[in-house]
């Protein structure tokens, strides 16, 4: 087992990560040990030899929430507002990663308890509008349902309480 490295218990290879060029002229006065640990980086294939794994996925469907509803229904047909929705509710529907993942911390109680949601993803329209959404599966199917849009940055604060 002489020059063998370890990670935990298991034995990695037999090349040296230290040539015994090197060791003569550590500059400590005590030499390192002979044992090395390989760093994880040794282990993972390098990028050009396994593909990045593929995590954007296209929804089955996307739906909305009752109050996504009615502001959707009350927007003006051809105006700016009604084509940035539709735009904004075509990203999610190609990727369902499309937007930011809303970290735990930071959801409303109003989501929480209103929708009983265990993820929560934000997807900027512009500068200031926001369509605030969560994925569910249903019997294997990926599902967008869009919760919120806000079109002014100021009630997006308010909702979450940065304000």
């Given amino acids: 087992m002489k020059g063998d490295f370890f990670i935990g218990a298991l034995p990695i290879g037999n090349q040296p990560l230290a040539s015994e060029e090197a060791l003569k ?4 006065k005590r030499k390192p040990r002979r044992w090395y640990f390989a760093t994880l980086s040794r282990l993972l294939p390098r990028p050009s030899e396994a593909g990045s794994p593929n995590l954007s996925h296209p929804a089955s469907q996307v739906k909305g929430s009752d109050e996504f509803y009615r502001f ?30 809303v970290q735990r911390s930071h959801w409303p109680p109003h989501y929480t308890m209103r929708y009983r949601i265990t993820n929560l993803w934000k997807y900027n329209l ?19 349902v869009v919760l919120e849009m806000f079109t002014s940055h100021k009630e997006y604060e308010k909702r979450f309480g940065y304000c």
């Fill in 25 to 28: 002229n550590f500059p400590s």
């Fill in 126 to 144: 512009s500068r200031e509008a926001r369509l605030i959404y969560t994925l569910l599966s249903e019997n294997g199917r990926r599902v967008v």
């Fill in 72 to 101: 959707y229904r009350n927007l003006k047909p051809g105006s700016i507002e009604k084509r940035m929705v539709d735009s904004g509710l075509d990203k999610p529907k190609q990727n369902i990663m499309a937007g930011e993942k």
